[in-house]
C-alpha cells in the first residue's frame, strides 16, 4: 500500500534492487541469488539464511539478493498503472456526477 500511494516507493525499490556483492561485502550476510532454496531447513539454518541479527531488526527468513533493473521496471510499471486506475477512478466520479446533474435537468 506504500507504493500504492506514492509514498516509500523508491525505498522499496532500491531495497528490493540491492546487489549481492552490497550483502556480502557491506552486511556480511548471506543472500539467495536465484531464490532457489534447498527444502532441508537444517542446510538453510547452517548456511547461515534464517538467522540474521542486526540489519533487518532481527527478522527471520532467506535474504534474497534483488536486481536494480528489474526492481526499476518492475516499481515504474506499477506505478504508471496505479496512476491510470486512480484517474479512471476520477474520471468515472466526473462523468457520473456530470449524468446525474444531466439527469436531473431533464426530470425540471
Request: contains cysteine; negative net charge; charged residues 15%.
Amino acid at each position: 500500500s506504500r507504493a500504492m500511494t506514492g509514498e516509500g516507493w523508491n525505498q522499496l525499490m532500491h531495497h528490493i534492487g540491492t546487489k549481492p556483492w552490497v550483502f556480502r561485502c557491506v552486511y556480511d550476510l548471506p543472500c539467495v541469488e536465484d531464490f532457489d532454496v534447498p527444502g532441508d531447513y537444517d542446510a538453510l539454518l547452517a548456511g547461515g539464511f534464517l538467522k540474521h541479527e542486526g540489519l533487518l531488526s532481527n527478522e527471520t527468513g532467506p535474504l534474497q539478493c534483488g536486481d536494480p533493473i528489474m526492481a526499476g521496471i518492475f516499481f515504474v510499471s506499477f506505478t504508471c498503472l496505479v496512476s491510470f486506475v486512480v484517474l479512471n477512478l476520477f474520471i468515472a466520479v466526473i462523468f457520473e456526477g456530470f449524468t446525474d446533474s444531466q439527469q436531473n435537468q431533464d426530470m425540471e
